[in-house]
Each structure stands twice: as structure tokens, then as C-alpha cells.
């Protein structure tokens, strides 16, 4: 099997797996959810999808981080195997406690089906990625062991090669004259000072070209990863904001609204009172005919809960109505 192909069974099995962990989470926020609104107070009960959600982000977590260790061969200890268990257990427990509770065997093991098959997919295919990531090492190391024996060869071939054309050619230099030969002899070691001066300089300017190449691709994407940084945290930014300004307005319409319940509460409790036995206070008559004016009861009735004139009460039922002429009307109506 060469190294395509196990790439093939890699992402076979990582398509496999995480259609496992996509489709188990599914069925566990359905089932956990109605469990967990029949556990939490009515007005709570928006908040019953948040624990089989949070169950299953470890999972992904889990899953996710086991399966890029298994690529680069590590090994995370003790507490990811406790995080991955811990999680498979909680799923587990989570589906099949309805069922339990209810006494239903048949239940509990058909809610059992996907957090089982959710735990040992997770083991299996750690263990599968490393063996994949085991066998491509070999792999790699195999065909490197077999380019360098296919380079040493070729060198090999090469020298004989050279070494067959120089004793050739000195062979035919001895028969030629002294002379010849050694002039032969010089423009040989020149032509082969030049060709190896020419060498090194097309070697030399063809690592500078791929130097300034690599250079450039690696300030590239440094580049690209900066942008894309900088548009994250932006994105990130705007949605902090705009999550706080509906946290200050929803904060706002509570406390409006518990004001306005708390100030009808005590209109209610004020005109629940009955008639007065005397003139109550002009405070404590002013607080009652607020509230006789919001309910929208008769002078006359305002007068008998507060013990006061009908004039009086009048005067503070123009009051509210026309806020504007309460001054003007304060010293008389107190008379």
C-alpha cells in the first residue's frame, strides 16, 4: 500500500468519524434536552440544551485534539484519556438516565447505542491513527532509504563514467607528442576549471533564487495570517459588543419592568386598605390618591381611603392630570 492510499484511509476515517460524533451529538441534545427541562424550574427551562451541548463540545475537543497528536505522533497523558472517558460516561449516563428512572430496559439500551458507539469510535480510531501515522513513517523512511541508494548508485555510474573517459583520453594523449599532450593536459584542466567555475555560480545563483523565493512565500503567508487575525478579532470585537448592548437592554427592560410591578404591588396594597378612621398623613394621603388616580377610582372614594376633603383630593387629581398646576393650587387646596 503506498502513501496515497493510506492518506485515502486517513481521511476515510476521519469523514467516518466525525460523522459518528456529529450524528451521536444530535441524538444526544435531543434526547438529554427534554430530561433536562423536566429537571429545571419553569423559568429556567431555555437553559435545559446547555449541558448536553457543553457534554458534547468536550467530546468534539477530545476527538478533535486526540486526532492531530495521533498525526504528529504524541501523546497527551493521563488527562486527555480521563477528559475522553469522562465524556463518553457523562453522554452515556445522560441518554439512558430517562429511561432508567422510567425502568425501561429496552430504553436504556437503545439510548445506549449512540454514546457506546461514540466511546469506542473514539479509541478505535485513535488507535487506527496511529498506526496510519506509524505505517506512513515507514513509509517515508523506506522511500528515502531507497533515493539515497538510487543517488549513490548514479554518482557511482557517474565517476566510473568520468574515470573511464579521463583514462581513455589519457591513453590517447601518450600516443600524441609531448608537447601536444601537455598542451592537451592544460586545456583540459582549464575547460574543466571553467565548466566547474560555471557550475558553482549557476549552483550558487539557483539556491539564491530559491532562498528569495522561500523568503518571500514565507512573508506572504505571514502576511495572510496577520490579515486573517486581524479580521478574527475584529469579528470577535463587534459580537462581544453587540451580546453586551442586548445584556444592558435586556437588564434595562427587567429593572423597568420590576419597578413597574413593584410600584403596582403597592398601589394595590394602599388601596386594599379600606377607608380611613381619621386624616391620615398628607404624605401617606398623597400616596393614596396616586394610586386611587391610577386605578382610576371617583374623587369621592379617594377621599374616604385617604380621610381628607373631596376638595383636597380634587386638587391632587388636577395635579396628576395637569402636573403643571400643582403649584399654583398647593395652598389653596391644603385649606
Not at 541508494?149 to 590517447?172: G, K, L, V
Request: charged share 35%.
Amino acid at each position: 500500500m503506498n502513501g496515497v492510499q493510506i492518506r485515502s484511509a486517513e481521511r476515510a476515517l476521519s469523514v467516518g468519524t466525525w460523522l459518528i460524533v456529529s450524528g451521536a451529538m444530535l441524538y444526544s441534545i435531543l434526547t438529554v434536552t427534554p430530561l433536562m427541562a423536566a429537571h429545571t424550574p419553569r423559568e429556567w427551562e431555555w437553559t435545559a440544551p446547555i449541558l448536553p451541548l457543553v457534554v458534547d463540545a468536550a467530546v468534539v475537543i477530545v476527538v478533535r485534539l486526540d486526532s492531530v497528536l495521533a498525526r504528529l505522533g504524541g501523546h497527551g497523558g493521563r488527562w486527555p484519556i480521563t477528559l475522553r472517558w469522562m465524556t463518553g460516561t457523562m453522554t452515556l449516563a445522560l441518554n439512558t438516565a430517562d429511561s432508567a428512572l422510567a425502568k425501561d430496559l429496552v430504553g436504556v439500551a437503545v439510548h445506549s447505542v449512540a454514546p457506546l458507539l461514540l466511546i469506542v469510535t473514539a479509541e478505535t480510531g485513535l488507535a487506527y491513527r496511529r498506526a496510519i501515522t506509524a505505517a506512513l513513517a515507514a513509509l517515508e523512511a523506506r522511500q528515502r532509504a531507497e533515493r539515497a541508494s538510487r543517488e549513490q548508485a548514479a554518482r557511482e555510474r557517474e565517476e566510473a563514467a568520468r574515470r573511464q573517459a579521463r583514462e581513455e583520453r589519457e591513453h590517447t594523449a601518450t600516443l600524441a607528442r609531448e608537447q601536444r599532450e601537455h598542451e592537451a593536459r592544460l586545456a583540459r584542466e582549464a575547460a574543466e576549471r571553467e565548466e566547474r567555475r560555471r557550475r558553482e555560480e549557476h549552483e550558487e545563483r539557483a539556491a539564491r533564487e530559491a532562498a528569495e523565493r522561500a523568503e518571500r512565500e514565507r512573508r506572504e503567508r505571514e502576511r495572510e495570517q496577520r490579515e486573517q487575525e486581524r479580521e478574527r478579532l475584529a469579528r470577535e470585537a463587534a459580537e462581544r459588543a453587540e451580546r453586551e448592548r442586548r445584556e444592558r437592554e435586556e437588564a434595562l427592560v427587567r429593572e423597568q419592568r420590576e419597578r413597574e410591578d413593584r410600584a403596582a404591588r403597592e398601589r394595590a396594597a394602599l388601596l386594599q386598605r379600606g377607608p380611613a378612621a381619621g386624616k391620615l398623613s398628607e404624605d401617606e394621603a398623597r400616596a393614596i390618591v396616586a394610586a386611587a388616580f391610577d386605578a382610576e377610582l371617583p374623587v369621592r372614594a379617594a377621599a374616604e381611603l385617604c380621610g381628607w376633603s373631596v376638595g383636597w383630593v380634587s386638587a391632587r387629581y388636577a395635579e396628576h392630570r395637569d402636573p403643571g398646576t400643582g403649584g399654583a393650587e398647593l395652598a389653596i387646596a391644603s385649606h
